[in-house]
């Protein structure tokens, strides 16, 4: 199955552009925003005592993701040989470890949803993911990584211009950008758990990934209301 189908009916200024910005950093938008989690804070505690032991603010901004995704589609289109594709499906990728230790390896995981799919479709699928990884001795992505680091330093140079040669005609086997960290909808990454603020995370000029969200931990903060 490919990724995604190539939009023809664009405007002509939405043609020309990936053409002017052909990096995805030089043509990216950054924002920060901060939101109040009372009404998230009992939605969690909620499906907690529904039995979602592991429920969590991440699961719900992935939800709310993949709600936006199914009504305005345009945001999980990606761009490949300076021409826009709409996604199939959606792809949601973040980093974990093997254990929960400082010395444990880290490793990459998609997350293949739906536009359908709910709060609990995104935990189970969640779940069902990374206790995937943490019960078998390597994923995919690790195998691979492996497999590259056997490659000696200027021919590995050669060997990334040809995978990015072959993912900018589309060639790149399926296979593979199903495995990737660079190919997907949205890469999402919890600041808040390791106790620091929120940070601007780069993009990558490899593969065609366009939202990188990172969410900082939760505070206290004293407000002057609209009113006075």
């Given at each position: 199955?490919?990724?995604?189908?190539?939009?023809?009916s664009l405007?002509?200024?939405?043609?020309?552009?990936?053409?002017?910005?052909?990096?995805?950093?030089?043509?990216s938008?950054?924002?920060?925003?901060?939101?109040r989690?009372?009404?998230?804070?009992?939605?969690?505690r909620q499906?907690?005592?529904?039995?979602?032991?592991?429920?969590?603010?991440m699961?719900v901004?992935?939800?709310?993701?993949?709600?936006v995704?199914?009504q305005?589609p345009?945001?999980?289109?990606?761009l490949?040989?300076q021409?826009?594709?709409?996604?199939?499906?959606i792809?949601v990728?973040?980093c974990?470890?093997?254990?929960?230790?400082?010395?444990?390896?880290?490793?990459?995981?998609?997350?293949?949803?739906?536009?359908?799919?709910?709060?609990?479709?995104v935990?189970?699928?969640?779940?069902?993911?990374?206790?995937?990884y943490?019960?078998?001795?390597?994923?995919?992505?690790?195998?691979?990584?492996?497999?590259?680091?056997y490659?000696?330093?200027?021919?590995?140079?050669?060997?990334?211009?040809?995978?990015?040669?072959l993912?900018?005609?589309?060639?790149?086997?399926?296979?593979?950008t199903?495995?990737?960290?660079f190919?997907g909808?949205?890469?999402?990454?919890?600041?808040?758990?390791?106790?620091?603020?929120?940070i601007?995370?780069h993009?990558?000029?490899?593969?065609?990934?366009?939202?990188?969200?990172?969410?900082?931990?939760?505070?206290?903060?004293?407000e002057?209301?609209d009113?006075?």
């Amino acid at each position: 199955k490919k990724e995604g189908r190539k939009l023809k009916s664009l405007s002509p200024m939405a043609k020309v552009s990936p053409f002017i910005m052909v990096d995805r950093n030089g043509a990216s938008n950054q924002i920060q925003d901060t939101l109040r989690t009372e009404a998230i804070d009992a939605y969690i505690r909620q499906k907690k005592s529904e039995g979602l032991a592991g429920f969590n603010i991440m699961h719900v901004l992935v939800a709310a993701y993949v709600r936006v995704v199914s009504q305005r589609p345009g945001i999980n289109r990606f761009l490949r040989g300076q021409r826009v594709y709409a996604r199939n499906g959606i792809e949601v990728l973040i980093c974990i470890k093997k254990k929960m230790t400082l010395e444990a390896p880290d490793t990459c995981i998609k997350i293949p949803l739906s536009p359908s799919d709910t709060a609990e479709d995104v935990y189970y699928a969640f779940e069902k993911a990374i206790n995937g990884y943490r019960e078998q001795p390597a994923g995919a992505f690790d195998s691979c990584a492996k497999i590259l680091n056997y490659i000696p330093a200027l021919l590995m140079k050669f060997t990334i211009w040809f995978l990015k040669t072959l993912d900018y005609f589309g060639l790149l086997p399926r296979f593979l950008t199903k495995l990737s960290p660079f190919h997907g909808s949205l890469f999402i990454t919890s600041m808040g758990s390791l106790g620091v603020p929120v940070i601007f995370h780069h993009l990558y000029d490899f593969g065609n990934l366009p939202i990188f969200l990172a969410f900082g931990t939760k505070y206290t903060k004293n407000e002057i209301k609209d009113d006075g």
